[in-house]
Nanobody, 122 residues
């Protein structure tokens, strides 16, 4: 079993920054691919980015590329999403997820956090 808890969401003005954290309870955290997804009201869950188990590779959705950065600290069982130059379109509930393979599909992740709200005002 893997338990994931996100934190760091909040209200920020356009152009601002937030850093989301995801704390994982896992026996073998370093073996999991970790991803971030988001879901806005009335919208489907959307891939944001993913980081490989070692942290050596990252991939991002075009909508956030150049603005968001995923990192992880396997020694602390933590994964982070640094969000810069935030736009109102980034407003959503953000979820971290754990899986065994690197994919942009939500179907590829077995474990999910409860989500944290990010609201970007114009």
């Amino acid at each position: 079993q893997v338990q994931l808890v996100e934190s760091g969401g909040g209200l920020v003005q356009a152009g601002g920054s937030l850093r989301l954290s995801c704390a994982a309870s896992a026996r073998t955290f370093s073996s999991y691919t970790m991803a971030w997804f988001r879901q806005a009201p009335g919208k489907a869950r959307e891939f944001v980015g993913v980081i490989s188990s070692s942290g050596g590779s990252t991939y991002y959705a075009d909508s956030v590329k150049g603005r968001f950065t995923i990192s992880r600290d396997n020694g602390k069982n933590m994964v982070y999403l640094q969000m810069n130059s935030l736009k109102p379109e980034d407003t959503a509930v953000y979820y971290c997820a754990a899986g065994r393979t690197t994919t942009n599909s939500a179907q590829g992740y077995n474990y999910w956090g409860q989500g944290t709200q990010v609201t970007v005002s114009s």
